[in-house]
Protein backbone atom coordinates (compact mmCIF):
# COMPACT_ATOMS: atom_id res chain seq x y z
CA UNK A 1 0.00 0.00 0.00
CA UNK A 2 1.44 3.65 -1.05
CA UNK A 3 2.16 5.40 2.10
CA UNK A 4 -0.18 8.58 2.76
CA UNK A 5 0.85 11.89 1.42
CA UNK A 6 1.74 14.56 3.55
CA UNK A 7 -1.19 17.15 4.10
CA UNK A 8 1.62 19.78 2.26
CA UNK A 9 1.13 17.73 -1.04
CA UNK A 10 -2.81 16.55 0.24
CA UNK A 11 -3.55 19.71 -0.31
CA UNK A 12 -2.92 20.13 -3.87
CA UNK A 13 -4.99 18.18 -6.81
CA UNK A 14 -3.46 17.12 -9.99
CA UNK A 15 -3.49 20.10 -12.05
CA UNK A 16 -1.68 22.01 -8.91
CA UNK A 17 -4.80 23.71 -7.47
CA UNK A 18 -5.73 24.38 -3.79
CA UNK A 19 -8.19 21.63 -2.87
CA UNK A 20 -7.75 21.58 0.47
CA UNK A 21 -6.88 23.57 3.24
CA UNK A 22 -5.12 21.53 5.50
CA UNK A 23 -2.11 22.90 6.83
CA UNK A 24 0.22 26.20 6.22
CA UNK A 25 3.63 24.17 6.70
CA UNK A 26 4.58 23.51 3.26
CA UNK A 27 2.57 26.31 1.54
CA UNK A 28 4.68 29.21 -0.84
CA UNK A 29 4.66 32.73 -0.15
CA UNK A 30 2.91 32.91 -3.32
CA UNK A 31 0.36 31.21 -1.97
CA UNK A 32 -0.15 32.76 0.81
CA UNK A 33 0.02 36.03 -0.51
CA UNK A 34 -2.41 35.30 -3.20
CA UNK A 35 -5.43 34.18 -0.26
CA UNK A 36 -4.61 37.28 1.93
CA UNK A 37 -4.71 39.09 -2.04
CA UNK A 38 -8.28 37.55 -2.29
CA UNK A 39 -9.44 38.36 1.00
CA UNK A 40 -8.51 41.80 0.82
CA UNK A 41 -11.06 41.75 -2.26
CA UNK A 42 -13.52 40.64 0.13
CA UNK A 43 -13.37 43.78 2.04
CA UNK A 44 -14.93 46.85 1.46
CA UNK A 45 -13.63 50.57 2.09
CA UNK A 46 -14.37 50.35 5.84
CA UNK A 47 -12.49 46.86 6.22
CA UNK A 48 -16.35 44.81 6.31
CA UNK A 49 -16.60 41.99 4.21
CA UNK A 50 -19.05 42.28 1.19
CA UNK A 51 -22.31 40.85 1.91
CA UNK A 52 -23.56 38.69 -1.08
CA UNK A 53 -21.32 37.40 -4.12
CA UNK A 54 -22.76 34.59 -6.16
CA UNK A 55 -19.71 32.79 -6.42
CA UNK A 56 -20.45 29.27 -4.37
CA UNK A 57 -23.64 29.23 -5.91
CA UNK A 58 -25.58 25.48 -5.96
CA UNK A 59 -22.17 24.40 -3.61
CA UNK A 60 -23.28 23.11 -0.19
CA UNK A 61 -20.67 23.28 2.86
CA UNK A 62 -21.05 21.36 5.82
CA UNK A 63 -19.65 22.28 9.36
CA UNK A 64 -18.58 19.57 11.44
CA UNK A 65 -17.75 20.57 14.58
CA UNK A 66 -16.27 18.26 17.15
CA UNK A 67 -15.18 20.72 19.83
CA UNK A 68 -16.34 24.30 20.65
CA UNK A 69 -16.50 27.50 18.66
CA UNK A 70 -17.50 30.51 18.36
CA UNK A 71 -15.74 32.30 16.30
CA UNK A 72 -14.18 30.06 13.95
CA UNK A 73 -18.17 28.37 13.56
CA UNK A 74 -19.58 31.42 12.97
CA UNK A 75 -17.29 33.40 10.34
CA UNK A 76 -17.13 30.31 8.48
CA UNK A 77 -20.70 30.28 8.43
CA UNK A 78 -21.53 33.39 7.15
CA UNK A 79 -18.37 33.31 4.64
CA UNK A 80 -20.24 30.85 2.90
CA UNK A 81 -23.67 32.58 2.76
CA UNK A 82 -22.02 35.52 1.69
CA UNK A 83 -20.58 33.27 -1.53
CA UNK A 84 -24.21 32.35 -1.77
CA UNK A 85 -23.34 28.49 -0.87
CA UNK A 86 -26.04 26.56 1.08
CA UNK A 87 -24.76 25.77 4.72
CA UNK A 88 -25.36 23.05 6.88
CA UNK A 89 -24.24 22.60 10.85
CA UNK A 90 -24.19 19.36 11.87
CA UNK A 91 -24.90 18.97 15.72
CA UNK A 92 -22.21 16.72 16.83
CA UNK A 93 -24.18 15.64 20.10
CA UNK A 94 -27.77 15.18 18.33
CA UNK A 95 -26.37 13.32 15.58
CA UNK A 96 -26.13 9.29 14.78
CA UNK A 97 -22.10 9.86 16.41
CA UNK A 98 -23.95 8.94 19.53
CA UNK A 99 -25.16 5.95 18.41
CA UNK A 100 -21.82 4.79 17.62
CA UNK A 101 -21.86 5.50 13.73
CA UNK A 102 -18.18 5.83 12.91
CA UNK A 103 -16.58 9.19 11.60
CA UNK A 104 -16.28 7.48 8.04
CA UNK A 105 -19.54 6.31 8.19
CA UNK A 106 -20.84 9.39 8.95
CA UNK A 107 -18.95 11.64 6.43
CA UNK A 108 -19.87 8.85 3.56
CA UNK A 109 -23.87 9.61 4.55
CA UNK A 110 -22.88 13.36 4.28
CA UNK A 111 -21.37 12.33 0.93
CA UNK A 112 -24.50 10.95 -0.60
CA UNK A 113 -25.70 13.90 0.49
CA UNK A 114 -23.96 15.87 -2.53
CA UNK A 115 -22.20 18.15 -0.42
CA UNK A 116 -18.77 19.39 -1.71
CA UNK A 117 -17.07 20.96 1.37
CA UNK A 118 -16.38 19.53 5.03
CA UNK A 119 -15.37 22.07 7.56
CA UNK A 120 -13.62 20.27 10.08
CA UNK A 121 -12.66 21.03 14.16
CA UNK A 122 -11.60 17.98 15.86
CA UNK A 123 -9.86 17.78 19.31
CA UNK A 124 -7.32 15.06 17.69
CA UNK A 125 -4.04 16.84 16.01
CA UNK A 126 -4.35 15.22 12.31
CA UNK A 127 -8.34 14.54 11.91
CA UNK A 128 -8.51 16.81 9.12
CA UNK A 129 -5.56 15.23 6.97
CA UNK A 130 -7.26 11.56 8.03
CA UNK A 131 -10.40 13.01 6.63
CA UNK A 132 -9.20 14.20 3.32
CA UNK A 133 -7.67 10.84 2.80
CA UNK A 134 -10.88 9.51 3.24
CA UNK A 135 -13.32 11.36 1.42
CA UNK A 136 -14.79 11.17 -2.51
CA UNK A 137 -12.45 13.15 -4.64
CA UNK A 138 -14.35 15.94 -5.66
CA UNK A 139 -15.14 17.04 -2.07
CA UNK A 140 -12.92 19.69 -0.31
CA UNK A 141 -11.82 19.30 3.43
CA UNK A 142 -11.00 22.55 5.73
CA UNK A 143 -9.01 22.09 8.82
CA UNK A 144 -10.87 24.94 11.36
CA UNK A 145 -8.56 23.59 14.08
CA UNK A 146 -7.29 20.31 14.90
CA UNK A 147 -5.77 19.03 18.17
CA UNK A 148 -2.49 21.16 19.20
CA UNK A 149 -1.41 20.96 15.18
CA UNK A 150 -2.86 23.58 13.02
CA UNK A 151 -5.54 25.89 12.35
CA UNK A 152 -4.41 27.51 8.75
CA UNK A 153 -7.07 30.14 8.54
CA UNK A 154 -6.85 31.51 11.71
CA UNK A 155 -3.23 32.04 11.37
CA UNK A 156 -4.38 33.58 7.51
CA UNK A 157 -6.61 35.84 9.05
CA UNK A 158 -4.26 37.07 11.77
CA UNK A 159 -1.70 37.79 8.58
CA UNK A 160 -4.17 39.99 6.91
CA UNK A 161 -5.21 41.73 10.04
CA UNK A 162 -1.13 41.99 10.61
CA UNK A 163 -0.71 43.25 6.83
CA UNK A 164 -3.68 45.66 6.44
CA UNK A 165 -1.70 47.93 10.13
CA UNK A 166 1.89 46.44 8.26
CA UNK A 167 2.32 45.98 4.82
CA UNK A 168 6.14 44.81 4.78
CA UNK A 169 6.05 41.86 6.54
CA UNK A 170 10.12 41.79 5.98
CA UNK A 171 10.26 44.70 8.57
CA UNK A 172 8.56 43.06 11.21
CA UNK A 173 9.54 42.14 14.11
CA UNK A 174 6.60 39.45 16.24
CA UNK A 175 6.24 38.08 19.39
CA UNK A 176 4.39 35.25 20.04
CA UNK A 177 3.12 35.00 23.70
CA UNK A 178 2.07 32.32 26.29
CA UNK A 179 1.07 28.97 26.04
CA UNK A 180 2.82 27.86 22.51
CA UNK A 181 2.63 23.87 24.10
CA UNK A 182 -0.65 23.75 23.44
CA UNK A 183 -1.31 25.91 20.40
CA UNK A 184 -2.25 25.25 16.93
CA UNK A 185 -2.38 28.76 16.36
CA UNK A 186 0.77 29.64 17.22
CA UNK A 187 1.99 26.84 14.98
CA UNK A 188 0.24 27.78 11.90
CA UNK A 189 1.10 31.86 12.59
CA UNK A 190 4.58 30.43 13.07
CA UNK A 191 4.82 28.67 9.51
CA UNK A 192 2.90 31.92 8.17
CA UNK A 193 5.28 34.55 9.32
CA UNK A 194 8.41 32.81 8.61
CA UNK A 195 6.67 32.10 5.03
CA UNK A 196 6.32 35.00 4.87
CA UNK A 197 9.49 36.69 5.45
CA UNK A 198 8.73 38.42 9.20
CA UNK A 199 12.12 39.75 10.21
CA UNK A 200 12.09 38.10 13.21
CA UNK A 201 9.39 35.79 15.36
CA UNK A 202 9.69 35.14 19.02
CA UNK A 203 7.72 33.19 21.40
CA UNK A 204 7.99 34.28 25.26
CA UNK A 205 6.32 31.84 27.58
CA UNK A 206 7.58 29.85 31.09
CA UNK A 207 9.61 26.76 30.27
CA UNK A 208 6.93 24.50 30.71
CA UNK A 209 4.77 26.16 27.96
CA UNK A 210 7.39 26.55 25.43
CA UNK A 211 8.71 23.40 23.72
CA UNK A 212 12.65 23.99 22.71
CA UNK A 213 11.87 22.23 19.49
CA UNK A 214 10.03 25.50 18.09
CA UNK A 215 13.22 26.45 17.57
CA UNK A 216 13.74 24.25 15.18
CA UNK A 217 10.71 26.56 12.74
CA UNK A 218 13.07 29.27 12.83
CA UNK A 219 11.75 31.66 16.48
CA UNK A 220 13.94 32.81 18.88
CA UNK A 221 12.34 31.62 22.61
CA UNK A 222 12.31 34.07 25.42
CA UNK A 223 11.56 33.88 29.41
CA UNK A 224 11.31 36.86 30.21
CA UNK A 225 8.56 39.46 28.60
CA UNK A 226 10.76 42.53 29.31
CA UNK A 227 13.30 41.03 26.61
CA UNK A 228 10.97 39.17 24.38
CA UNK A 229 8.96 42.25 24.20
CA UNK A 230 11.64 45.01 23.72
CA UNK A 231 10.67 46.98 20.06
CA UNK A 232 8.33 44.57 18.11
CA UNK A 233 5.98 45.66 16.21
CA UNK A 234 2.99 43.12 16.81
CA UNK A 235 2.40 41.11 19.78
CA UNK A 236 0.14 38.18 19.82
CA UNK A 237 -1.26 36.93 23.09
CA UNK A 238 -2.49 32.95 23.35
CA UNK A 239 -4.81 31.74 25.92
CA UNK A 240 -4.03 29.30 28.40
CA UNK A 241 -5.03 26.24 26.92
CA UNK A 242 -6.27 24.50 30.34
CA UNK A 243 -8.26 21.72 29.05
CA UNK A 244 -5.28 20.34 26.50
CA UNK A 245 -2.82 20.19 30.26
CA UNK A 246 -2.51 17.07 31.26
CA UNK A 247 -0.23 18.17 34.37
CA UNK A 248 0.34 20.83 36.66
CA UNK A 249 2.26 23.36 34.06
CA UNK A 250 1.64 26.58 35.78
CA UNK A 251 1.98 27.75 39.69
CA UNK A 252 -1.44 29.53 39.55
CA UNK A 253 -3.47 32.10 37.27
CA UNK A 254 -2.21 35.06 39.24
CA UNK A 255 1.59 34.20 39.02
CA UNK A 256 1.34 33.44 35.41
CA UNK A 257 -0.59 37.09 34.93
CA UNK A 258 2.27 39.00 36.93
CA UNK A 259 5.14 37.25 34.79
CA UNK A 260 3.13 37.22 31.37
CA UNK A 261 0.13 39.22 31.60
CA UNK A 262 0.04 42.06 29.40
CA UNK A 263 -0.71 45.28 30.73
CA UNK A 264 0.20 48.66 29.75
CA UNK A 265 3.46 48.58 31.59
CA UNK A 266 4.27 45.35 29.51
CA UNK A 267 2.68 46.57 26.35
CA UNK A 268 5.49 50.08 26.64
CA UNK A 269 8.20 47.89 25.98
CA UNK A 270 7.21 47.19 22.40
CA UNK A 271 7.43 49.52 20.01
CA UNK A 272 4.76 52.65 20.33
CA UNK A 273 2.46 51.89 17.25
CA UNK A 274 2.90 47.90 18.61
CA UNK A 275 -0.63 46.00 17.49
CA UNK A 276 -1.93 43.40 20.09
CA UNK A 277 -3.86 40.75 18.89
CA UNK A 278 -5.05 37.63 20.34
CA UNK A 279 -7.16 34.73 18.39
CA UNK A 280 -9.85 34.54 21.22
CA UNK A 281 -11.40 33.61 23.07
CA UNK A 282 -9.32 35.78 25.65
CA UNK A 283 -9.11 35.00 29.56
CA UNK A 284 -9.13 38.70 30.92
CA UNK A 285 -6.73 38.83 33.80
CA UNK A 286 -5.13 35.52 32.66
CA UNK A 287 -3.45 36.45 29.97
CA UNK A 288 -4.46 40.06 29.04
CA UNK A 289 -6.03 42.85 30.92
CA UNK A 290 -8.91 44.48 30.31
CA UNK A 291 -7.29 47.66 29.44
CA UNK A 292 -5.17 45.92 27.04
CA UNK A 293 -7.89 44.03 25.12
CA UNK A 294 -10.03 47.27 24.89
CA UNK A 295 -7.22 49.64 24.18
CA UNK A 296 -6.30 51.90 21.22
CA UNK A 297 -3.33 48.98 20.27
CA UNK A 298 -6.10 46.01 20.31
CA UNK A 299 -7.00 44.90 17.47
CA UNK A 300 -8.60 41.63 18.10
CA UNK A 301 -12.28 42.49 17.14
CA UNK A 302 -10.50 43.57 13.41
CA UNK A 303 -9.25 40.19 13.59
CA UNK A 304 -12.65 38.27 14.14
CA UNK A 305 -14.01 40.75 11.08
CA UNK A 306 -11.18 40.07 9.26
CA UNK A 307 -11.71 36.16 9.50
CA UNK A 308 -15.30 36.46 7.41
CA UNK A 309 -13.08 37.45 4.45
CA UNK A 310 -10.59 35.39 4.65
CA UNK A 311 -12.85 32.46 4.92
CA UNK A 312 -14.68 33.63 2.02
CA UNK A 313 -10.84 33.75 0.02
CA UNK A 314 -10.11 30.24 1.43
CA UNK A 315 -13.68 28.65 0.28
CA UNK A 316 -13.87 30.11 -2.89
CA UNK A 317 -10.44 29.41 -3.63
CA UNK A 318 -10.62 25.51 -2.69
CA UNK A 319 -13.87 25.24 -4.51
CA UNK A 320 -12.38 26.20 -8.07
CA UNK A 321 -12.79 30.19 -7.96
CA UNK A 322 -9.51 31.36 -6.95
CA UNK A 323 -6.55 30.86 -9.19
CA UNK A 324 -4.04 28.39 -9.82
CA UNK A 325 -0.90 27.64 -7.72
CA UNK A 326 2.19 28.81 -8.38
CA UNK A 327 3.70 26.34 -9.83
CA UNK A 328 2.72 22.52 -10.10
CA UNK A 329 5.82 21.49 -8.51
CA UNK A 330 3.97 21.15 -4.86
CA UNK A 331 2.30 18.96 -6.28
CA UNK A 332 4.85 16.54 -7.35
N1 LIG B 1 -9.91 31.54 17.54
C1 LIG B 1 -10.75 30.51 17.58
O1 LIG B 1 -10.51 29.43 17.00
O2 LIG B 1 -11.90 30.75 18.32
P1 LIG B 1 -13.12 29.73 18.48
O3 LIG B 1 -12.60 28.56 19.28
O4 LIG B 1 -14.20 30.49 19.17
O5 LIG B 1 -13.52 29.28 17.10
Redesign the pocket.
Known amino acids: MMPPLPPSKLQFDPDGRLHHFLTIEGLKRQTLTEILDLADSFLDSEGKSIKKLPLLRGKTIVNLFFES?????TTFELAALRLSADVLKINIETSSASKGESLLDMLHNLEAMQCDMFVIRHAQSGAAQFIAHHVAPHISVINA?DGRHA?PT?AMLDMLTIRRHKPNFGALKVAIVGDVLHSRVARSQIHALTTLGAAEVRVIGPKTLIPNSVQQLGVHIFHDMAEGLNGVDVVIMLRLQRERMAGALLPSEKEYFKLYGLTDEKLALAKPNAIVMH???INRGVEIASSVADGPQSVILEQVTNGIALRMAVMSMVLGRGPLNPTVEENS
Do not use: A, I, V
Not at 69 to 73: A, D, M, Q
Open positions: STRTLGHQPGP
